[in-house]
């Protein structure tokens, strides 16, 4: 049996899924974490069940790409019930979606979610009453603690058996739309049912109804048959009528007599809101400072500090022990191993490459904790809405935050999830500002160039630096493309600001491991391939008589490192940075895998150097980079560890800014249809990363 969830945003739909099938889908109190649909099964009472969780929608309108997306799968792909997700604490909004649904004539069953709040409020509905008016069994449900959920089940179960006492009691209505629009409807059905084949696959009430709103998709639907024209006349009269005599357009009158049937069911179920208790009154307390104007936007930096600050400090004693365990690995392999290339390869490539990345798994984890609190807390949407006017002087609205939020944790998912923003115009320069937002998968160069460079107390600074760059400079470019690169007008949409709620610590660390997990199989595929690659890029052609610094240089590694140089000398980059830019093309991770393999065992600087800095594990890693650049510009030993430390902050800005890793330009061209604006993408980020990173090397030489 296949049923499909469908239900607003943030009303419990993938926690349902999550909690049925085992699945870990994501879980955010914002529009559009669901872009597609997700497939998941269980087993209840000898059915096998195939469930469908479908993006949050408002309405059946064609207006945004996830209206148009569930009206597609619900035609093209009908499931054998429809599982409609209400939030209790909100019918009036949630039932304007199940009045549509019920257009269909689709077999549904409806969960009334989050009903504990709806208690605790102290509200009152006679849901069996309410049940027998939409036709609909209508069962309380708390997915957070799974109450319900085998009497939905079971429900689900008898309607798809076909139960006849169920069936007797839950029968078909039509909602009544004023005497007017139901004379409309009847007039346009007479011509839809002419066609056979349309009357198969659509409820010809639900086209009637469409056409009379105006609904383009539609429009074009009925244009494809033989008797298109009478059809689109009919409703064209229908229309007229209707304006005459409700003073409105159709559209509107449908929506106010579909709430009118609302506002009277539920006065019918006797609903009242309660006032024991304002389950949300913590909220409105909280709402009052995070979303203020003055206070929201301070709130949010500090909280954004905080989250690196935390990063660092508690990530760093995991990574000690990480970072030794790697070191005790490469010992014993190294000791244990005749020198040869097979040698090589497994201390230098693969342990050297894959090693200098793994140790950064606490921080990601770190940070992904804290991510995951802010999306299933509440607080990413009111970052979205403080965010609101900020995008509108970008050329967007608040919407396209929720894509550049999460494109600080990967550009990908973030590019997929444009989808959700209802104007073109801002879902593609959307898409080509998130490269700007610092990735996830940037953060290990972040930390090990930070960690080398620059003192404790200055760390989660330079960090929470980096990021407002990449966010200044996305509002200046939106702006500029927004003005001159992509024209059109926007469309408005309503921000939804859910209650605060306190996420359980298991979906927290769920959500959190799964992000882990996505690292480590990163380390062990393109992380490993590309170590391995650039450490045969710098083992071949081999010479044993030169040392480690010599045959970097004459090897193929170093000749391509040495042709590109003259391209980064206004950023004061020397070959080994040159080529770990180039090598982060694939992925960013790779950029400091390639930089632990060029500087493992690097013998270009004296071992009877001091080593007494505070964190003299990344000490060594400093003086050979300092000596590098020493010797290829000539500069003095001052001047040198000066210029060392402009250079690594020039280095992180290209990091931050420069070509998106190939999944994402794939991506950008998915979304687009177009490897136009993926090349443009990639293009103007490499331009903009050179220009920013040479400008501030060269006006920050001239303070040094």
């Known amino acids: 049996m296949k049923f499909a969830l469908a239900g607003n945003p943030n009303c419990g739909k993938t926690s349902f899924f999550n909690f049925v099938s085992g699945a870990h889908e994501r879980v955010g109190n914002y529009s559009g974490v669901t872009v597609d649909a997700k497939e998941g099964t269980t087993t209840f009472e000898g059915y096998q069940l195939n469930i469908v969780d479908l993006p949050g929608t408002y309405s059946l309108s064609a207006y945004s ?395 989660s600074l330079i960090m929470v630096s980096l990021y407002l760059i990449g966010i200044f400079l996305a509002v200046i470019l939106s702006r500029i493309f927004a003005s001159f690169v992509v024209k059109g007008e926007d469309t408005p949409f309503v921000m939804e600001l859910p209650p605060y709620r306190f996420p359980t610590w298991k979906a927290i660390g769920r959500h959190t491991w799964e992000k882990g997990k996505q690292y480590l199989k990163k380390m062990g595929g393109i992380i490993l391939v590309a170590s391995i690659i650039v450490w045969a890029l710098g083992y071949f052609p081999h010479n044993e008589e030169l040392d480690n610094q010599a045959q970097q240089e004459q090897s193929y590694i170093g000749r391509i490192g040495k042709t590109i140089e003259p391209i980064f000398t206004p950023q004061g980059f020397d070959w080994k940075l040159d080529v770990g830019l180039v090598s982060g093309v694939g992925a960013k991770e790779i950029v400091a895998s390639t930089m632990g393999v060029l500087y493992s065992n690097n013998d270009s600087f004296s071992d009877d150097q001091d080593y007494n800095d505070e964190d003299g594990k990344y000490e060594v890693l400093k003086k050979q980079m300092t000596s590098d650049l020493k010797k290829t510009y000539g500069y003095s030993d001052a001047e040198a560890a000066s210029k060392a430390t402009l250079t690594a902050y020039c280095f992180l800005l290209f990091v931050l800014l420069y070509f998106p890793c190939i999944a994402t330009i794939a991506a950008i061209k998915g979304e687009t249809g177009s490897w136009k604006w993926a090349g443009f993408a990639a293009g103007y980020t490499t331009l903009l990363a050179w220009v920013v990173s040479a400008l501030v090397f060269q006006i920050g030489s001239l303070f040094i």
């Open 65 to 459: 790409p996830e209206e148009l997306y569930v009206r597609k799968q619900l035609v093209e792909h009908t499931p054998d019930i429809i599982l409609n997700v209400i939030d209790s604490s909100n019918l009036e909004r949630n039932l304007y979606l199940t009045t549509q649904l019920v257009d269909m004539h689709l077999s549904i069953v409806c969960a009334l979610n989050m009903f504990d709040e709806t208690e605790k409020r102290g509200d009152k509905v006679d849901y069996d009453k309410l049940s027998e008016l939409f036709g609909i069994p209508m069962i309380p449900t708390v997915f957070k603690t799974g109450r319900g959920v085998d009497d939905l089940l079971r429900m689900v179960i008898k309607l798809y058996e076909g139960n006849e006492d169920e069936e007797s009691h839950y029968r078909h209505i039509h909602i009544y739309h004023g005497h007017e629009i139901e004379n409309g409807i009847s007039h346009i059905q007479k011509y839809l049912k002419t066609d056979a084949s349309l009357r198969h696959r659509y409820s010809t009430r639900y086209l009637g109804i469409k056409l009379l709103e105006g609904d383009k998709d539609i429009e074009a639907l009925i244009k494809t048959l033989p008797n298109a024209t009478e059809i689109l006349k009919a409703r064209g009269q229908a229309a007229a009528r209707v304006k005459e005599e409700t003073l409105e357009d159709s559209e509107t009158a449908i929506m106010d007599a579909k709430y009118g049937f609302i506002h009277g069911a539920l006065k019918e179920a006797s609903f009242e809101t309660g006032d024991n208790k304002d389950t949300y009154l913590m909220t409105h307390y909280l709402d009052r400072a995070i979303t203020n104007k003055y206070l929201g936007f301070p709130i949010f930096i500090a909280m954004i500090w905080l989250m690196f600050e935390v990063t660092f400090s508690l990530g760093q004693y995991p990574m000690d022990w990480i970072e030794s365990f790697v070191g005790w690995v490469g010992e014993m392999v190294g000791s244990s191993m005749p020198e040869g290339p097979l040698k090589a390869m497994i201390t230098d490539g693969i342990i050297g490459g894959v090693g200098s990345v793994i140790v950064f798994l606490p921080q990601i984890l770190i940070l992904y904790f804290f991510i995951s609190f802010m999306e299933d807390s509440g607080y990413m949407a009111r970052a979205a809405f403080i965010m609101d006017k900020l995008m509108h002087k970008m050329g967007l609205h608040g919407k396209s935050f929720i894509p550049l939020i999460m494109g600080f944790g990967c550009n990908v998912p973030a590019v997929m999830a444009t989808r959700t923003i209802e104007s073109h115009r801002s879902r593609l320069i959307t898409m080509l500002i998130l490269p700007l937002m610092s990735c996830s998968a940037r953060l290990p160069i972040y930390i090990m160039v930070i960690g080398t460079f620059f003192a404790i107390q200055y760390r």
